[in-house]
């Protein structure tokens, strides 16, 4: 380790100062000035991995900073300590700002065939108790964690299969892995880049005490016996949390540590002495020294932020609060931005093709039925009453900032035109209404739709009494039924719920290169055909197959862009999936790119004035890399 501790130090005065002689140009974090005066921590040069991540603020148009001060924000349920880890957004690799897959943690990467993927580490790098962070950590997450059936009873991750077969995995050497695949796996890299990302790494130094292949048996019963855990298996699991981040103890790799144990309603991330980031200038990011998550009410995040008790704040702010935030800016000493988020839809219509009852389900499939629903929307109205007109009046397609953006894709079926919708329906044979001008189903029952929420946030329901309006005038009545979140997925799973509201495609910002497959029936939470998803998901185990041909053609083109290895082919393929959409209105979107309110304290430096605000990608703040904010005054 000294050899390599020696290397660091001298690659890294001719990083940042141009000269072996100029070692001296790296600033030594001043709240931990003390601790390597008194040797209780190593300095700079060697707590930084040999070949750093070397951030160029400058060049990115952004203010080097300094160190120092405390980033505050709110949150409203213990389980967003995990935020800590989505926006510290320290990846194997990682999007950068033009959603280019970038390496981080990983010096480089090599990749062949879209199938062979070679992982070349950072020399010397350490975890945040000291510890090296080494191909050791990938040898034991892979054989010790994801293939230990009392550790993962369903064996690997779906995302390192292909075709059903795990990679191959080799140590090439101390700092180099490699994971190769008989055909491609386009899924492996935005997965390890994602805002809840794939670990494939554990930090097996501080683990193996908890694993019954390395600790005493006995010894092993008897911590899970103090942990009240059940047995070995279950410790190892509670102790291994790198994304919950709830575990002090476990090291990590992120720009802060918790250093707060759960249960508790202010959590600490304390900065992490070996970050592998480094700026120009010879100081090692973050700039800020601890990163602050208050517990609060959700209901009463607004008026916390808009009296200044947070430094950054979007969760649980909406739209309707920015009035009231914007008047409150001088007093607070804040500033209010809108960022527009990416999503596909902000909010869209989930038609269950998977619905129990018979009659529904032979209803919802038709596609001229849907559009009318789609059509008797008055768009318009909604993104004025409730969106101030800012919002793109959009199916739930890709944002025109994709490069598959159609606006066929974005505007099919969503002018307002009730005498269209009347007459798709007419010539359904759902000509015949009762006497209060309901149209009546093909058994006599009136048409009512229950729209089923997760009764989680009013502007669902808001939206919804605008839906009623127009769709009264097409002779459909319209129900809403909230629930509880796990309540209302379980009722949609089981077919109970005719039809939902949720948001619409996480990623309306795709390219090419990014999986396309939440435009088919690939998972159990697309609300549009749960069973179809659980069929792909347990492999056929359960669920029903696809029995629709659009859904069929679907799931084929996606099954076709597994196996793509160039970006012509795999943009055709997204193109045809989005014509599909387009056509059969699947799922009825009504707005998107709706803007997103952030709340930042007015000398907040390095934060975009416009960004994009999305969960996957961009783990909403994380593309902007916290680490690099600093305050001015």
Same mark, same amino acid.
């Given at each position: ?19 072996? @002689?100029?070692?001296?140009? &790296? ?12 040797? %209780? ?30 980033? $505050?924000?709110?949150? #409203? ?18 999007? +950068? $700002? ?11 990467? #090599? ?6 993927? !070679? ?6 790098? /350490? ?24 550790? #993962? ?20 050497? %101390? ?84 250093? !707060? $144990?759960?249960?508790? !309603? ?10 592998? /980031? ?48 914007? %008047? ?8 209010? =931005? ?6 596909? @839809? ?39 009453? &409730?969106?101030?007109? &800012? ?32 007459? &798709? ?14 149209? =009546? ?20 329901? +808001? ?16 129900? !809403? ?38 435009? @088919? ?17 347990? #492999? ?60 930042? $304290? ?32």
């Amino acid at each position: 380790m000294n050899v390599v501790r020696t290397v660091a130090a001298l690659v890294l005065a001719g990083l940042l100062a141009g000269s072996p @002689a100029e070692a001296a140009k &790296l600033i030594e974090t001043p709240v931990l000035a003390g601790a390597v005066a008194k040797g %209780e921590m190593p300095p700079l040069a060697e707590r930084l991995p040999a070949e750093p991540a070397i951030v160029d603020l400058a060049g990115e148009g952004l203010q080097p900073g300094r160190h120092g001060g405390d980033l $505050r924000m709110l949150i #409203s349920r213990s389980k967003d300590l995990r935020l800590m880890v989505v926006y510290g957004y320290t990846r194997l690799v990682g999007y +950068d $700002r033009n959603f280019d897959i970038k390496p981080d943690l990983l010096k480089a990467i #090599s990749v062949k065939e879209g199938r062979i993927f !070679t992982l070349s580490l950072r020399r010397g790098h /350490r975890w945040s108790d000291g510890q090296p962070f080494d191909s050791e950590d990938f040898r034991y997450y892979w054989e010790d964690v994801a293939n230990n059936p009392e550790l #993962s009873p369903n064996g690997p991750p779906r995302s390192l299969l292909v075709d059903g077969e795990p990679p191959l995995f080799e140590i090439v050497d %101390e700092n180099t892995v490699r994971y190769s695949w008989a055909k491609p796996n386009p899924f492996f890299l935005p997965r390890l880049a994602g805002a809840s990302p794939l670990f494939i790494y554990r930090p097996a130094h501080y683990l193996k005490r908890f694993h019954a292949r390395y600790a005493e048996a006995k010894d092993l019963a008897a911590k899970a016996k103090a942990a009240k855990q059940r047995n070995w298996a279950a410790l190892h699991n509670r102790k291994d949390n790198l994304y919950k981040f709830d575990n002090p103890d476990l090291p990590t790799l992120q720009p802060w540590m918790n250093i !707060t $144990r759960p249960p508790a !309603t202010r959590f600490v991330g304390q900065r992490n002495p070996y970050f592998h /980031r480094v700026d120009k200038n010879g100081r090692q990011l973050p700039y800020f020294d601890r990163l602050i998550f208050s517990k609060s009410d959700g209901k009463l995040i607004p008026a916390k932020a808009g009296a200044g008790e947070a430094d950054l704040q979007s969760r649980n702010i909406f739209l309707k609060d920015f009035t009231f935030l914007k %008047e409150n800016e001088k007093r607070g000493r804040y500033r209010v =931005l809108l960022w527009r988020t990416a999503k596909g @839809a902000h909010l869209a219509l989930y038609p269950n093709l998977n619905v129990n009852d018979p009659v529904w389900r032979k209803l919802l499939r038709q596609r001229d039925f849907r559009r009318a629903l789609s059509l008797a929307i008055e768009r318009t109205l909604i993104n004025q009453a &409730l969106y101030f007109g &800012l919002a793109l009046e959009h199916a739930n397609t890709v944002l025109p900032d994709s490069p598959l953006y159609s606006e066929d894709y974005a505007k099919a079926a969503t002018r307002y035109d009730p005498k269209a919708a009347n007459r &798709l329906l007419d010539k359904l044979g759902l000509s015949k209404r009762d006497d209060e001008g309901t149209r =009546l189903m093909p058994d006599g029952r009136p048409l009512h739709i229950i729209v089923e929420t997760a009764g989680e946030e009013t502007e669902q329901t +808001d939206v919804l009494e605008l839906v009623r309006s127009g769709w009264a005038e097409i002779g459909v009545k319209l129900f !809403t039924k909230p629930s509880q979140r796990e309540v209302f997925r379980n009722r949609i799973f089981s077919g109970e719920t005719v039809m939902s509201i949720w948001s619409g495609f996480e990623n309306g910002l795709a390219t090419p290169a990014m999986s396309p497959a939440a435009l @088919a029936p690939t998972t159990q939470q697309s609300l549009q055909w749960p069973k179809w998803g659980q069929h792909f998901e347990t #492999s056929g185990a359960a669920g029903e197959a696809p029995d629709m041909a659009p859904a069929q053609e679907l799931a084929k083109l996606n099954q076709a862009w597994r196996r793509a290895i160039d970006n012509k082919a795999q943009a055709k393929i997204w193109r045809r999936m989005l014509e599909i959409h387009a056509a059969e209105t699947f799922t009825i979107g009504m707005v998107a790119g709706v803007m997103q309110p952030v709340v930042a $304290r007015a000398d907040l430096m390095n934060l975009p004035e416009e960004g994009v605000y999305n969960w996957d990608p961009g783990a909403q703040f994380g593309l902007y890399r916290p680490d690099t904010f600093w305050y001015k005054k």
